[in-house]
Structure formats: structure tokens, C-alpha cells
């Protein structure tokens, strides 16, 4: 099971933005006080990067009466966001930055109750691909390079990642299977908190998202040696992918807001007008092609039919891995 950006891409057809109904209808509603902009990852991983930038394109560009507030909620692999957003007592101002723990978190503790259908579609930002990462001091420089240094150190090879069933942890799954791995694996609260612990040399190596990598990449600490994309990421072209070297895998991760279940829907209305906006502003389409993302406009029809699909992906992904 692979879940690709053709995958991605299918189901949505071309990026229209049907925004004049929306406009029409959201004039009939505004914020009456601070957004609550919850974010389903520790600080500094990828979701609160996109977080943090949406809020300040909003500011810079005037876009909202009342201004967006990160609120960090990444614990339990997200459960913590899950369960902030569905039992808040005021969903209409309340939406949250989510990617893919939206659908596996859910999956894997059932004893939350969480049916991502009640949640309220707001926008779908773009997609991020994985790299996998070393150290510059480790000396390894290609992928072939890193199966034996693992194999060789007998299952005392040490990863990080954010957690058993979130992203990260998926592909390393697939990859340690695929290659007959034994390594042992740090969760974190953010992929933030990964990347400083493999430039601190805490951990072996990671699986991170190009952009919660870059700095450290454009500093020459960080080595990438695979990417786990359909195609080679422009920012990193001598890298090969996984299907490469021979494996029918790619995992991408979504970068999408959505509102909390029971949110009206002139609230609703005002958010996807909202975040379509900043959608094609310069800004965030200079931010997608920055930090590698792939662009993935949704409209909230679109976007709840990609959720029933990605459950059933990620049901057969976590069963394939024993999870």
C-alpha cells in the first residue's frame, strides 16, 4: 500500500476555486474574538511551521477581524488536538492545522470516540513529502550506506521520529520490513524536537519532512539519502527515491485546517473563503515551493471524500505493519 501523490491528485481533478458562493455567504459572519488555532504537533515540526506562517500571512495581508492564536495540542499523537476540538464549547472558533495522525491516531485508539466525518472541512494546503536524514559525521552518504551501518550494529541503531502510528514511524515501518531492518526508535513530541536531537547527535537518523530538516540541511549537518516521494524533490535532485531502489512506496503527509464538529455554517463558509485566500496568495505558493511541498486545493466536498479515502489507506497501511 502506497499512498502517492497520483493518489493525492485523483481524486480532486483540477484545482477550481468555487469561491463566489462562499463569499456570498460568509459575509454573513465574522469572528467575534480570537481564533483558536490549534495545531496537531509539537512546537517546531512541520504543522506548526505552516501554522505559524498561515498566521502571519493573515496579519500581513489584513485578512481576518480577529487574529489567529497557534495553540500547540500534540500529545498523544494528536489526541490531544482531537479531543480539544471536539469537545470545545465554542466551534466556531476553533479550527485546527492537521496532517495525517488526523486519520491514523483515531484508527489506533478507537477508545476515543473520534469520527473524523463530524469534523468541519476548511482547507486542504498542499502535501509534504519524507527524507530520510543522517548526521554529516556519521560518514554515511548513500542509502546502501546506511543498510549495512544498521545491519551491521545488530538493532542498536537509533532513530527518532513522533510517535508508534504517526507518519514517520509508517515509513520507517515499511522501510525496516522492506530491507530486513532492526532499529530501535525515540518518539518525540514534534518533528522539531527530532531534527535538534539528530544535530545533536542524540539519535542515528530520522525520517523527517523537508522543511522541518532545512535548516539544518543548509548548514551541511544534515546528509538526505532517500526520499520517499514519486518523484525526486527539486531541492535535493542527486537524492533518489524509494522507488528507486526497487520499492512501490511513497508516503505523503497532508497540510490541511479543519474546523470542529458543530462549527455553522456561515462560520465554516468564512473559513474556506478565508484560507483560500491565503492559498493563492504569493506568500504561501512561495512557501510550497520553498520547503517542497506539493499544491492540493480541496473544496470541502472534495476534502471529506479524500478523509474516507485515507482511512481506508492508512487501515490497510497499519495492518500491512502490524499495527
Known amino acids: 500500500m502506497n499512498l502517492t501523490k497520483r493518489t493525492l491528485l485523483g481524486i480532486v481533478g483540477a484545482s477550481i476555486f468555487a469561491t463566489a458562493p462562499i463569499q456570498a455567504f460568509a459575509q454573513d459572519w465574522q469572528p467575534r474574538k480570537p481564533i483558536d488555532f490549534a495545531i496537531m504537533a509539537g512546537a517546531g515540526g512541520g504543522a506548526d511551521q505552516i501554522a505559524r506562517f498561515i498566521q502571519a500571512i493573515a496579519e500581513q495581508e489584513d485578512l481576518t477581524t480577529r487574529p489567529l492564536v497557534p495553540n500547540n495540542k500534540g500529545g498523544g499523537s494528536g489526541a490531544e488536538a482531537l479531543i480539544h476540538l471536539s469537545t470545545t464549547n465554542d466551534p466556531d472558533h476553533t479550527i485546527l492545522v492537521t496532517l495525517n495522525s488526523f486519520f491514523t491516531t483515531p484508527l489506533r485508539q478507537s477508545d476515543l470516540g473520534i469520527d473524523i466525518q463530524t469534523f468541519t472541512p476548511i482547507a486542504m494546503m498542499g502535501v509534504d513529502p519524507f527524507v530520510l536524514w543522517v548526521h554529516k559525521d556519521s560518514g554515511i552518504t548513500t542509502f546502501e550506506q546506511y543498510i549495512d551501518t544498521v545491519k551491521e550494529m545488530g538493532g ?6 513522533t510517535g508508534a502510528g504517526q507518519e514517520d514511524s509508517i515509513v520507517i515501518a515499511f522501510m525496516s520490513g522492506a530491507y530486513d531492518l532492526d532499529v530501535k526508535y525515540i518518539p518525540y513530541d514534534g518533528g522539531g524536537a527530532v531534527a535538534k536531537d539528530l544535530a545533536g547527535q542524540q539519535i542515528m537518523a530520522t525520517v523527517n519532512n523537508p522543511a522541518e530538516a532545512k535548516g539544518f540541511y543548509e ?13 525526486r524533490i527539486p531541492a535535493y535532485p542527486d537524492v533518489p527515491t524509494m522507488k528507486e531502489m526497487g520499492q512501490d512506496f511513497s508516503y505523503y503527509n497532508q497540510r490541511a485546517v479543519v474546523g470542529a464538529p458543530g462549527m455553522s455554517d456561515e462560520a465554516a463558509a468564512y473559513y474556506q473563503e478565508l484560507f483560500a485566500t491565503i492559498y493563492e496568495t504569493e506568500a504561501w505558493q512561495g512557501y510550497l515551493e520553498s520547503e517542497s511541498l ?10 471529506r471524500d479524500y478523509w474516507a479515502l485515507q482511512v481506508e489507506n492508512h487501515k490497510a497501511l497499519l495492518a500491512a505493519l502490524g499495527e
Open 156 to 161: 542498536e541503531y537509533v532513530m527518532g521520529g
Open 219 to 231: 548548514a551541511g549537518d544534515f546528509v538526505p539519502l532517500l526520499a520517499f516521494s514519486d518523484e
Open 294 to 303: 506539493s499544491p492540493l486545493w480541496m473544496n470541502a466536498d472534495e476534502q
